[in-house]
């Protein structure tokens, strides 16, 4: 497990997280289709939170796309690096989840991103911010739609709707089980919308959330636990 510092210069106040979110929104790649489902690696991130120690611990875990096993897995402790400011999350999660990607013994692949890319108020989810810092092409499967709207997609699995941003397509309500409430993906960096939904699909053989997610939130979880122990 890697130990993280808040790095030097990170924004401190909400001014300078959103004069750094604008900066980076701008190299934001959307052109790239990015590598096709069901092949190479793909690895989840995700984070848990310990509010009263102002903790936060990270898990990257990567899996073989074609049989979804895990290949290699990482975490990462740290401070909590920004105050809670919705739409600014990104910042609290940032350094820890570097850390436990550069801990990875391996190339992550595309990475899956509990939460957004496009889909967020000023078009640069935590998938976008990860994707622009790393290089790496990166897509959000988020558990709710934000403050977006949609229509209900279809009832069986694949179906899909657009997410709205007034008339603005930010991304896809897209449903992984037959009747079972959808997930919302959205691209992050380097993939398309389409692509982001096929690997959504890929990801999820058997339960609404990726298998990404599943695996990343397991281990995160564990590893703030293992920091009170």
């Not at 052109?31 to 009263?52: I, L, Q, S």
């Not at 999350?89 to 989840?97: G, W």
């Not at 013994?105 to 810092?133: E, I, N």
């Not at 009832?155 to 603005?168: D, K, V």
């Amino acid at each position: 497990m890697t130990t993280v510092r808040i790095p030097a210069g990170w924004p401190a106040t909400e001014e300078q997280a959103l004069a750094v979110q604008d900066e980076l929104r701008g190299r934001t790649v959307l052109d790239e289709t990015g590598p096709p489902p069901g092949g190479g690696r793909v690895t989840g991130v995700d984070v848990a939170y310990d509010d009263e120690r102002d903790v936060v611990a990270a898990a990257a875990v990567v899996l073989d796309a074609a049989t979804l096993d895990v290949v290699a897995q990482a975490t990462a402790i740290g401070q909590v690096s920004f105050p809670y400011v919705p739409g600014l999350l990104a910042f609290r999660e940032i350094p820890t989840v570097l850390a436990a990607l550069d801990a990875l013994p391996c190339d992550p692949g595309l990475v899956v991103c509990d939460g957004y890319g496009l889909a967020h108020p000023r078009r640069f989810g935590l998938a976008s911010h990860l994707g622009v810092l790393t290089g790496l092409p990166t897509i959000g499967v988020a558990k709710n739609p934000f403050t977006f709207t949609y229509d209900d997609p279809g009832t069986p699995r694949g179906s899909a709707s657009p997410l709205l941003a007034g008339s603005e397509e930010v991304g896809r309500a897209l449903r992984t089980r037959d009747g079972v409430k959808p997930v919302f993906v959205s691209v992050g960096h380097r993939v398309s919308l389409a692509n982001a939904c096929a690997h959504t699909l890929a990801l999820t053989p058997a339960y609404r959330l990726p298998e990404t997610t599943r695996h990343a939130d397991s281990l995160c979880r564990r590893a703030l636990k293992d920091t009170t122990d």
